[in-house]
């Protein structure tokens, strides 16, 4: 927001362009746009950002956020809409020393350089303490009225919030799903087992108990009516879709089905997360696509489960 103020102080026409995909949306950016009237595109770049998540060139954070490609292949697209657009240059509101990982001099100097449009990239923010950029040597935008900004502290951006009386602005992101541990886990084990992934399994990982039961199965497990419904919506022909018929429980999926022996044990797991008594054997109802089957069986032990987790 305050990039944006600073360089249409200028009088120069801004347009504003987010990127989604399953780990991080435009809402935020749509907010903001909203609130100071600046007209936002927003592009879905979920099939690049997966192609580049398995083999991210330059590595991960403490997660599986790879921020520095991540930020390069937001560049590369907001360069392609600048040219499609007929703009004369790129701007973020990165400000240098922010973030460790993707705003130090040599990740904003990567960042730009490895998108194709560095000379093109202005950082209104920090751009007194960076190389002058074709847009400011053609004086399209006035280096001298661009700030020089840098570190972690907000004080400078406090003011100037202020100054442009921007108020019930977010706090500061701690980052996308994969800059979260338990998300990070099971992407990692998805990854590992499955070759591609489809959009669907990246949705299933935002959701449930997930244990893996061999190297070809998981199962998800829900853990509250919303997840069941979700998990639900989400199954499709090939899996399998197990609940317990005669008492409340989770919907139990096992996406692209699986052999007989890790359907018991599927089974057993749902049972386990049921309301059904721990000492009995009960009925599992196993549904892939309009095809039913029941197992019937005691509940999984406690320590395998622990073990299956995800
Ligand atoms: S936190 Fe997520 S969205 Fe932000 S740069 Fe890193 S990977 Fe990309």
């Given at each position: 927001?305050?990039?944006?103020?600073?360089?249409?102080e200028?009088?120069?026409?801004?347009?504003?362009?987010?990127?989604?995909t399953?780990?991080?949306?435009?809402?935020?950016?749509?907010?903001?746009?909203?609130?100071?009237?600046?007209?936002?595109?927003?592009?879905?770049?979920?099939?690049?950002?997966?192609?580049?998540?398995?083999?991210?060139?330059?590595?991960?954070?403490?997660?599986?956020?790879?921020?520095?490609?991540?930020?390069?292949?937001?560049?590369?697209?907001a360069?392609?809409?600048?040219?499609?657009?007929?703009?004369d240059?790129?701007?973020?509101g990165?400000?240098?020393?922010?973030?460790?990982?993707?705003?130090?001099?040599?990740?904003?100097?990567?960042?730009?350089?490895?998108?194709?449009?560095?000379?093109?990239i202005?950082?209104?923010?920090?751009?007194?303490?960076?190389?002058?950029?074709?847009?400011?040597?053609?004086?399209?935008?006035?280096?001298?009225?661009?700030?020089?900004?840098?570190?972690?502290?907000?004080?400078?951006?406090?003011?100037?919030?202020?100054?442009?009386?921007?108020?019930?602005?977010?706090?500061?992101?701690?980052?996308?799903?994969?800059?979260?541990?338990?998300?990070?886990?099971?992407?990692?084990?998805?990854?590992?087992?499955?070759?591609?992934?489809?959009?669907?399994?990246?949705?299933?990982?935002?959701?449930?108990?997930?244990?893996?039961?061999?190297?070809?199965?998981?199962?998800?497990?829900?853990?509250?009516?919303?997840?069941?419904?979700?998990?639900?919506?989400?199954?499709?022909?090939?899996?399998?879709?197990?609940?317990?018929?005669?008492?409340?429980?989770?919907?139990?999926?096992?996406?692209?089905?699986?052999?007989?022996?890790?359907?018991?044990?599927?089974?057993?797991?749902?049972?386990?997360?049921?309301?059904?008594?721990?000492?009995?054997?009960?009925?599992?109802?196993?549904?892939?696509?309009?095809?039913?089957?029941?197992?019937?069986?005691?509940?999984?032990?406690?320590?395998?489960?622990?073990?299956?987790?995800?």
């Open positions: 927001m305050l990039a944006v103020k600073i360089v249409q200028q009088g120069i026409e801004v347009q504003g362009v987010a990127f989604e399953p780990f991080f949306s435009a809402g935020r950016a749509l907010e903001a746009c909203e609130a100071i009237g600046l007209p936002l595109s927003v592009v879905d770049i979920t099939k690049e950002h997966l192609v580049m998540l398995k083999a991210p060139r330059y590595g991960y954070g403490r997660n599986m956020n790879p921020c520095i490609d991540c930020h390069i292949l937001m560049l590369k697209k360069g392609e809409k600048m040219e499609s657009e007929n703009a240059f790129i701007f973020t990165e400000v240098l020393g922010q973030r460790p990982m993707s705003q130090g001099k040599q990740s904003l100097h990567i960042v730009a350089k490895r998108s194709g449009y560095q000379e093109y202005v950082r209104p923010l920090s751009a007194g303490l960076l190389p002058e950029t074709k847009p400011e040597i053609e004086e399209k935008v006035d280096r001298s009225r661009l700030l020089d900004i840098q570190g972690r502290g907000r004080k400078r951006q406090m003011e100037l919030a202020d100054r442009y009386q921007l108020t019930g602005y977010a706090k500061p992101a701690g980052g996308c799903l994969l800059t979260d541990p338990g998300f990070a886990k099971k992407l990692k084990d998805l990854f590992a087992h499955a070759g591609a992934p489809e959009i669907r399994d990246i949705e299933l990982l935002k959701v449930g108990r997930h244990l893996r039961l061999s190297d070809k199965t998981k199962i998800i497990a829900g853990r509250k009516k919303l997840e069941n419904e979700i998990i639900e919506k989400l199954s499709q022909d090939q899996d399998v879709v197990i609940q317990v018929r005669d008492f409340p429980g989770p919907t139990v999926l096992v996406p692209y089905g699986c052999e007989k022996e890790d359907l018991q044990l599927a089974a057993g797991i749902c049972v386990f997360y049921s309301d059904a008594p721990g000492d009995v054997k009960t009925l599992a109802e196993c549904r892939t696509g309009d095809t039913v089957s029941h197992v019937d069986i005691l509940p999984a032990e406690k320590e395998i489960i622990r073990k299956l987790l995800i």
